[in-house]
């Protein structure tokens, strides 16, 4: 028997592990973008 | 606290724990992943020592030898990367795994599958990389730093390297994930932020940390894998490319990542030094702020690495300066650890040593460290055993102490079984002593002149290297103790009960020692949190 209490905190913890998962592969792409970008200045 | 020890004695009885390989390889269980973090940790650490016994026994003498000077490098090389990626990371994964389930009152971490999974990547990260040693042409030579143009040039071991760091950060970031959901979503109600144990908070700090450098040395690596086989010239002059531009996006995730290997240590000595005051600590509130400022101020201070790269002067201000304002935050540290012993009713536990030579030593680590940010001191210290000498002494007296107090703390909870205090106490002295002996001497060799990465050097070199080998091999054995006490002490001692130690705050203690398999599934009632919490 799952509470809504727990669904919620379930559905809280899927979206902050994506949302982390998110901001580090921002940070990946972002500073490969960047040094193209530098390179094609 | 009785209901719950009702509810936990009633879920204990159906407790199906796995037998076998299969607890260990499909382990989902927070205490178990714990336990394999911190084996896989001893494990680097001394094969991480080993290649530092070879390197001080290369140095012992002036000449060459034992090695020829490439495999020197590699050997300075693997020791680093061992050490940062292999043994202190781990560590601090694994406590991390073992205490913040158990100080939020949460049953485990938020994502154990994902756990398991951060876990069986390193295994696997580290035997690519140390196979790197049998390839044509040896282990990566370059430092750890991995610089452009000189790791381009390296052979076989090169794209070894590259994928095991990959691994090796991938295992962090995933780790790092797992630690903030957890901690964000899984307190015990009532256990309000700022009521969390300190070592829980630096560890949120830190991940924040992880995942936000991690990905930038996964994407410099990259970046020099594309260089090397896809034709790409982003560090490569002959290309247009610009080989500082790896140093800046290097030392962007390097220097944070210092703080990601020593802020849980200040975690752990706000646990540690007010259980053995048997006073709450000072400054509850300031250790966190200070912990979020030189969080912050870790992102902005990485050129101070490459002052002697060449840069404007308004940067070389800009670095110098933001890198002493870090003494601020870390000052408040030290003065509260202070004054959290001051007037305290003081004993000298091996967890309690450990903290006070961590205090101090990592103090000394913190100055040479205000003088190397001195940029026309810098010029003068850059690339010698000075360096060395400040690096190890934030790493050895800092991290690897405070991951062995936090052992010795946490010990006797884990494994119901207090350790033989008295060996113990023989492994903090002959380490405490060693570790100067092996180290300070080696401030001496920088102001001299005494370059580092180098396996020979100039005759007037001699005394002091043979002084810092010998308090090397020295310390080395004495490391042999530790494993010996956890071993003798898993295998029985004089029972402790819940509150293994007198002076001791925090919800782990309120838990049986050892803990059962399954701890926390009731959140402890308003009464424990609150008793757990006295800071």
């Avoid at chain 2, 020791?79 to 560590?91: D, K, Q, T, V, Y």
């Avoid at chain 2, 709450?280 to 902005?300: D, H, K, N």
């Avoid at chain 2, 933001?322 to 305290?344: E, R």
């Avoid at chain 2, 033989?420 to 002149?449: C, E, T, Y």
């Amino acid at each position: 028997m799952v509470s809504s209490e727990d669904d919620e905190r379930r559905r809280r913890i899927r979206r902050t592990t994506l949302l982390l998962a998110l901001i580090a592969l921002a940070f990946y792409v972002g500073f490969i973008l960047m040094s193209v970008m530098r390179g094609t200045r | 606290m009785a209901e719950h020890t009702l509810a936990q004695a009633a879920h204990d009885a159906h407790d199906h724990k796995p037998h076998g390989w299969r607890r260990w390889v499909y382990a989902t269980n927070h205490k178990d992943i714990g336990t394999m973090y911190l084996v896989f940790s001893g494990i680097m650490f001394f094969v991480g020592g080993s290649a530092a016994m070879a390197i001080r026994a290369e140095l012992f003498k002036p000449g060459l030898q034992l090695f020829d000077p490439a495999f020197f490098n590699s050997l300075t090389t693997m020791h680093a990367l061992i050490m940062i990626f292999g043994a202190i990371m781990p560590a601090w994964t694994g406590l991390a795994n073992w205490m913040i389930p158990m100080q939020l009152g949460a049953p485990d971490m938020a994502l154990p599958r994902l756990n398991n999974f951060s876990f069986w990547i390193l295994p696997f990260a580290f035997t690519l990389l140390l196979a790197t040693f049998f390839v044509p042409g040896g282990a990566p030579a370059g430092g750890w730093t991995m610089y452009p143009p000189l790791m381009l040039q390296s052979g076989a071991c090169f794209p070894m390297t590259i994928f095991a760091i990959h691994m090796m950060g991938a295992s962090s970031i995933l780790g790092a994930i797992n630690v903030i959901v957890t901690i964000m979503n899984l307190r015990a109600p009532g256990l309000t932020l700022l009521r969390m144990p300190l070592f829980v908070w630096t560890w949120l700090i830190t991940a924040y940390l992880l995942i936000a450098v991690m990905p930038v040395l996964a994407g410099a690596v990259t970046m020099l894998l594309t260089d090397h086989f896809f034709g790409t010239t982003f560090f490569t002059a002959a290309g247009g490319g610009d080989p500082v531009m790896f140093q800046h996006i290097f030392w962007f995730f390097g220097h944070p990542e210092v703080y990601i290997l020593i802020l849980p240590a200040f975690g752990v000595i706000s646990e540690i030094v007010p259980t053995f005051s048997r006073k709450p600590l000072f400054g509850y509130e300031a250790m966190v702020y200070a912990t979020a400022s030189i969080a912050f101020l870790s992102f902005i201070v990485w050129a101070h690495h490459m002052f002697t790269v060449g840069m404007p002067l308004a940067g070389q201000l800009f670095f110098m300066l933001s890198t002493m304002l870090i003494a601020i935050p870390t000052g408040v540290k030290v003065f509260n650890w202070t004054a959290t012993m001051w007037k305290g009713s003081l004993s000298f536990e091996p967890p309690m040593l450990f903290a006070l030579a961590f205090l101090f030593l990592f103090t000394i680590g913190g100055f040479s460290g205000l003088m190397l940010a001195i940029v026309p001191a810098d010029y003068q210290y850059q690339d010698t055993y000075f360096v060395v000498a400040h690096f190890h002494y934030v790493l050895v007296s800092g991290s690897i102490f405070a991951i062995m107090a936090a052992v010795y703390y946490w010990l006797p909870k884990w494994t119901g079984n207090m350790y033989d205090l008295r060996l113990g106490k023989w492994h903090f002295w002959l380490s405490a002593i060693f570790m100067n002996v092996l180290f300070f001497p080696q401030h001496f060799l920088g102001l001299a002149g005494m370059p580092r990465r180098i396996p020979d050097y100039a005759v007037q070199f001699t005394d002091w290297n043979m002084v810092s080998s010998i308090g090397g091999f020295a310390f080395g054995l004495s490391q042999f103790l530790f494993p010996y006490i956890i071993w003798k002490c898993i295998r029985g001692g004089a029972r402790v009960g819940n509150r293994a130690w007198e002076g001791a705050h925090g919800l782990e203690w309120e838990l049986p020692s050892p803990p059962p398999y399954h701890t926390w599934e009731v959140p402890p009632a308003e009464a424990v949190i609150a008793r757990g919490a006295e800071h």
